[in-house]
């Protein structure tokens, strides 16, 4: 092969590998097959959002508790006596209904073509934008897995998990200590309920003491919104004090600040690498105007999105996305 020929067929392979995503996927996979895909999903999202905006948290929730069992593949919106859907981790999840609503639309538009687990990854990403945060082109081309049990759901993040815990976790999925403050920012706009918290307030570590590490004054004001006699523990408590529905950096300067709602999130300052990281995104640290979080968080979506992704001829395009194919 002469040096022409080898630079040409490296220039080829490079505008091959620059169109793919991550794992075999790609932007616009469905540009010619459903030319219409990606719009349709996001005036979905926007129609539910307009009537509700804390559906937005709630679609990137989704597509986070999808990611991290079998893959990004719709297996957690799969119904059944012993799917994910039911496993007590992903109690509390929403947003099936903007999913099926998009599904509908496209299988009459473009039948077997648009998978559920690209629907997923399409509504989290126009769910950010509509919270005023940032856009990304999202790499398509999931195919929808065949597989769905209750079990794998266990190992999801919890609240409660202490640093090494989640780092653990989302190390086994390709994710890194950048990649999980990064990911768990989306906290910005999520919510949680008194129940997830109440014993951070009233009785840390069975002490019957709160929580030494939050804000006093913070500490005040959630327990008034979760009163350690109150019976209503399914009350709705935002992540982010400052700015619940906006996609910002306001999540961070909380966390920096001591005013943490979820216990694995405050726990971000108790490591020297993960504190380092909340402390850049919430800026004005050392002199530095800080990480760009407009910037690194699609970054990571991608990575997150492409975890364990079936492509190809690899499980299948559900009809309806609630019910494998027969």
């Not at 080898?6 to 794992?23: N, T």
């Not at 794998?152 to 999980?180: C, E, M, T, V, Y």
Request: charged share 20%; aromatic share 8%.
């Amino acid at each position: 092969m002469t040096a022409a020929m080898f630079l040409v067929a490296f220039l080829i392979l490079l505008m091959g590998f620059s169109a793919k995503g991550q794992g075999g996927l790609k932007t616009g996979f469905y540009a010619s097959a459903c030319p219409r895909a990606e719009a349709i999903v996001r005036s979905t999202v926007e129609t539910h959002f307009n009537g509700d905006s804390t559906i937005a948290a709630a679609l990137l929730r989704l597509h986070f508790h999808d990611c991290f069992v079998q893959g990004c593949d719709g297996s957690v919106l799969v119904t059944g006596s012993s799917t994910e859907r039911i496993a007590p981790p992903n109690v509390g999840l929403r947003g099936f209904e903007v999913i099926d609503d998009a599904k509908t639309q496209l299988e009459t538009l473009c039948p077997g073509v648009v998978s559920c687990a690209d629907i997923v990854a399409l509504a989290a990403r126009d769910a950010v934008v509509l919270s005023d945060g940032p856009s990304w082109s999202v790499p398509t081309g999931r195919r929808d897995g065949r597989i769905s049990s209750s079990a794998d759901a266990f190992n999801l993040p919890s609240p409660f998990d202490s640093i090494a815990i989640q780092r653990q976790k989302f190390a086994a999925k390709g994710l890194d200590d950048h990649d999980l403050v990064t990911l768990v920012g989306a906290h910005t706009i999520g919510q949680t309920t008194c129940q997830l918290i109440k014993y951070r307030l009233y009785n840390f570590t069975a002490t019957g003491n709160a929580d030494p590490t939050i804000n006093q004054v913070f500490l005040g004001q959630l327990q008034a919104l979760c009163p350690q006699n109150g019976t209503d523990n399914s009350k709705r408590v935002a992540l982010d004090k400052d700015s619940p529905t906006k996609f910002d950096i306001s999540y961070f300067k909380n966390i920096k600040d001591g005013n943490g709602v979820l216990e694995s999130d405050q726990r971000l300052m108790g490591d020297a690498t993960t504190r380092n990281i909340v402390q850049n995104y919430a800026g004005n640290f050392r002199g530095l105007l800080g990480l760009r979080y407009d910037i690194e968080f699609p970054k990571a979506m991608i990575k997150m999105s492409s975890i364990e992704v079936k492509t190809g001829i690899q499980g299948e395009i559900r009809k309806i996305c609630s019910k494998f194919n027969s």
